[in-house]
């Protein structure tokens, strides 16, 4: 490569960097300010946008730590790590935790600020005589709001964990509402309703010893335990019911073990022998489920003498 050529190629390497100084210190800003906005609780679905911008930082400062390789500013890439990794361990906590606690998180935003400031003085804010009052005036607010808003149970479902660095996802806090116990037991006691009617179904309609197969409760029962998942899984229903709908559908499908405890019992098919395989004595025992059997009536024998006849009662 000519010596014209190097001088290009460090020349658009150094504009590189450029960019991702540039693009790392708008994000850290933007964090900066989401964070102001936020109230203590929040979840890890409102601070999505937060964790976007953090995830930002975390790649130009990947590509930052190439370009500054390349040019051989090895110091450089000590401070592009640094601030790396402090932004990860902020967006998995938040990822993990939600935002408990937004002052102390804008106070970390502006350590790593700091870090960027260190050896890019022209960005520097060190001077500004207002950040301070800002940080109270955000204290005295979330404090307030923290008084007025009563902190209720909620569920909290972290999106996503990174077992090589350590993070337990057990240690993240669930609760349950009231609102959703009752969901809960009115989904199973529907689905329970729904496999008892399929039952009375068959009685009347002179089906319920017939093999599982023909029997319109094994249809209805397993078509509810595929289709009303299905039509939760559209987004066509709206919460709770497309919970609601998916746990009735779940109770529907335990009509399964009985099915497999009349097939192990019975035989595939009524009436058909099932071979257990050699007992002990060599020979095999085979089950028959015995068919409808047809009761006679049976002559009646005289009664003898002294013996009451149902007649005499």
């Not at 090895?74 to 906590?93: G, H, N, P, Q, T």
């Not at 102390?104 to 804010?125: C, D, G, K, Y």
């Not at 098919?269 to 085979?286: D, R, W, Y």
Request: hydrophobic share 40%; net charge negative; aromatic share 6%.
């Amino acid at each position: 490569m000519s010596e014209r050529n190097v001088i290009e190629r460090r020349l658009k390497i150094a504009q590189f960097l450029e960019y991702n100084r540039d693009e790392v210190f708008k994000n850290l800003l933007a964090v900066e300010e989401h964070l102001r906005f936020a109230k203590p609780g929040t979840t890890t679905s409102e601070a999505a946008c937060i964790i976007k911008h953090l995830a930002e930082i975390e790649s130009n400062c990947d590509e930052a730590i190439s370009h500054a390789s390349e040019l051989g500013y090895d110091e450089e890439v000590d401070y592009w790590r640094k601030i790396r990794d402090k932004v990860r361990d902020l967006r998995y906590r938040i990822m993990l935790e939600g935002i408990q606690n937004p002052t102390e998180m804008i106070r970390e935003v502006r350590q790593i600020r700091q870090i960027l400031e260190s050896f890019n003085p022209e960005l520097s804010a060190m001077g500004c005589g207002v950040c301070g009052a800002a940080i109270q005036l955000g204290e005295n607010k979330q404090e307030e709001s923290a008084k007025a808003i009563p902190q209720l149970p909620q569920f909290i479902e972290p999106n996503t964990q990174n077992l090589n660095r350590g993070l337990d996802i057990n240690k993240t806090i669930k609760m349950v509402r009231k609102g959703d116990v009752l969901l809960i037991y009115a989904a199973q006691h529907t689905g329970r309703a729904l496999i008892e009617g399929t039952k009375e179904l068959d009685l009347v309609t002179g089906r319920a010893a017939n093999p599982f197969h023909e029997r319109p409760s094994t249809w209805i029962a397993l078509g509810s335990a595929v289709a009303f998942p299905i039509i939760a899984l559209t987004g066509k229903i709206k919460p709770p019911w497309d919970v609601f709908l998916t746990i009735v559908g779940g109770y529907a499908s335990t009509l399964l073990w009985d099915i497999g405890k009349e097939i192990v019992t019975s035989g595939p098919i009524l009436g058909t022998p099932f071979k257990s395989g050699p007992t002990l004595s060599g020979t095999p025992k085979v089950f028959i489920l015995p068919k409808a059997q047809v009761v006679t009536p049976q002559e009646t024998k005289p009664a003898s003498e002294g013996e009451l006849t149902p007649e005499a009662i």
